[in-house]
């Protein structure tokens, strides 16, 4: 089913790189979530993202369709130039950015939506909120007050708020006494040089932040974006299951909390268990879509439909650093939820036209209803 005709409206993204950034980075970079140099050269060129990556670039700039042409061609472009005609090919209505994340390479937020040439609106990432006020405040207590206030006071200039607790310490958030967080702060304070912003690593401060954080969530009416299951080396997987989010959706005080669930593979249907059972419950597609295969890709879009209710599906291109992957994710976004959707209403004897409206939602109505845009 062909669903090139249906805007885009990517609720989870990043910002591109700075210009002299992107020139000097490997390609090989942006097609797979290793760092290490070895994987990169050595391994990431027979990632089958990365091969079928070169004969679709090929495609956009007019050569042949291997590395060494790509690369040589992407060299003679300007970047801005490069940007604009990319996301003009996407379909992409509007993008809300995740700009909490390698600050001192990527493009300020305006910048951003200035090259890309589409209206983009801000999600805060918690963490890197949380670090940033750590140098004024001696205390936890005095901490977290100090947050508390600046989500309320940011709260109307946003759209979400995002939490990468699934890279730190893990996705099962439990509670903890204010004598076990005055003591983690301590540590943490004397292990940190004096006006320098730490990287946040102890677990009983991630969650109470977390804790924080849905509290002003539920009152602010903001969704709470999740990073879960696939992502980079600094990710333990085996911490990333969306199913340890169960207190969450449980907890009377977060009564109409909207989670996403981002990303998800290897646990989609996991996540799309959690959201055919609780209200407050979404789930993403992104980063599945376009880094696997054509059959994993395929399939994952499929387990989602198995329970989840189509309204709670959402399509992100989770792009970031060169323009080259959100072109690449929302070709394979429409290709893949159209796939999936005709085989689906086939399945259920549905009608085309019932895969189209689906297709529909998940590409754009569901994220403009869940972020009140």
Same mark, same amino acid.
Request: hydrophobic share 45%; charged share 25%.
């Given at each position: 089913?062909?669903?090139?005709?249906?805007?885009?409206?990517?609720?989870?993204?990043?910002?591109?790189?700075?210009?002299?950034?992107?020139?000097?980075?490997?390609?090989?970079?942006?097609?797979?979530?290793?760092?290490?140099?070895?994987?990169?050269?050595?391994?990431?060129?027979?990632?089958?993202?990365?091969?079928?990556?070169?004969?679709?670039?090929?495609?956009?700039?007019?050569?042949?369709?291997?590395?060494?042409?790509?690369?040589?061609?992407?060299?003679?472009?300007?970047?801005?130039?490069?940007?604009?005609?990319?996301?003009?090919?996407?379909?992409?209505?509007?993008?809300?950015?995740?700009?909490?994340?390698?600050?001192?390479?990527?493009?300020?937020?305006?910048?951003?939506?200035?090259?890309?040439?589409?209206?983009?609106?801000?999600?805060?990432?918690?963490?890197?909120?949380?670090?940033?006020?750590?140098?004024?405040?001696?205390?936890?207590?005095?901490?977290?007050?100090?947050?508390?206030?600046?989500? @309320?006071?940011?709260?109307? $200039? &946003?759209?979400?708020?995002? %939490?990468?607790?699934? *890279?730190? +310490?893990?996705?099962? !958030?439990? @509670?903890?006494?204010?004598? $076990? &967080?005055?003591?983690?702060? %301590?540590?943490?304070? *004397?292990? +940190?040089?004096?006006? !320098?912003?730490?990287?946040?690593?102890?677990?009983?401060?991630?969650?109470?932040?977390?804790?924080?954080?849905?509290?002003?969530?539920?009152?602010?009416?903001?969704?709470?974006?999740?990073?879960?299951?696939?992502?980079?080396?600094?990710?333990?997987?085996?911490?990333?299951?969306?199913?340890?989010?169960?207190?969450?959706?449980?907890?009377?005080?977060?009564?109409?909390?909207?989670?996403?669930?981002?990303?998800?593979?290897?646990?989609?249907?996991?996540?799309?268990?959690?959201?055919?059972?609780?209200?407050?419950?979404?789930?993403?597609?992104?980063?599945?879509?376009?880094?696997?295969?054509?059959?994993?890709?395929?399939?994952?879009?499929?387990?989602?439909?198995?329970?989840?209710?189509?309204?709670?599906?959402?399509?992100?291109?989770?792009?970031?650093?060169?323009?080259?992957?959100?072109?690449?994710?929302?070709?394979?976004?429409?290709?893949?939820?159209?796939?999936?959707?005709?085989?689906?209403?086939?399945?259920?004897?549905?009608?085309?036209?019932?895969?189209?409206?689906?297709?529909?939602?998940?590409?754009?109505?569901?994220?403009?209803?869940?972020?009140?845009?």
């Amino acid at each position: 089913m062909n669903l090139d005709h249906i805007p885009i409206l990517d609720h989870h993204a990043h910002a591109l790189f700075r210009e002299e950034i992107w020139r000097k980075t490997p390609i090989e970079a942006f097609f797979s979530e290793a760092y290490d140099k070895v994987m990169l050269e050595k391994f990431v060129p027979d990632v089958i993202f990365a091969r079928r990556s070169y004969r679709e670039l090929a495609g956009f700039y007019g050569c042949d369709p291997t590395r060494g042409a790509v690369l040589e061609a992407r060299a003679s472009w300007n970047y801005g130039d490069l940007a604009r005609a990319m996301f003009a090919q996407t379909g992409i209505e509007q993008v809300l950015v995740d700009d909490g994340i390698w600050l001192e390479v990527m493009q300020p937020f305006e910048q951003n939506q200035s090259m890309i040439g589409l209206p983009c609106k801000r999600v805060l990432r918690l963490e890197t909120e949380l670090a940033a006020l750590v140098p004024e405040h001696d205390t936890w207590v005095g901490l977290m007050m100090a947050f508390e206030q600046m989500l @309320r006071d940011i709260a109307p $200039s &946003l759209v979400g708020l995002k %939490s990468i607790i699934a *890279y730190r +310490t893990g996705l099962e !958030i439990m @509670r903890h006494d204010s004598g $076990s &967080l005055e003591r983690a702060y %301590s540590s943490l304070k *004397y292990a +940190t040089e004096p006006g !320098i912003a730490p990287r946040v690593n102890d677990k009983a401060l991630l969650d109470e932040m977390l804790w924080t954080g849905l509290r002003v969530a539920a009152d602010t009416g903001l969704p709470v974006q999740f990073h879960t299951g696939y992502g980079d080396p600094d990710l333990d997987l085996r911490l990333a299951n969306p199913l340890h989010l169960r207190p969450i959706f449980e907890a009377p005080d977060l009564a109409g909390v909207r989670v996403v669930m981002l990303h998800c593979y290897p646990f989609v249907r996991e996540a799309g268990y959690l959201a055919s059972v609780y209200p407050g419950a979404f789930m993403d597609l992104g980063l599945t879509i376009p880094y696997m295969s054509t059959h994993a890709m395929l399939t994952s879009a499929r387990e989602a439909l198995h329970l989840a209710p189509i309204s709670k599906i959402l399509f992100s291109t989770d792009a970031s650093r060169t323009p080259e992957l959100f072109w690449l994710a929302a070709r394979h976004g429409r290709r893949m939820i159209g796939q999936a959707l005709e085989l689906t209403v086939k399945d259920s004897d549905l009608t085309n036209p019932e895969a189209e409206w689906a297709g529909s939602r998940i590409l754009h109505d569901n994220a403009l209803e869940l972020y009140r845009l």
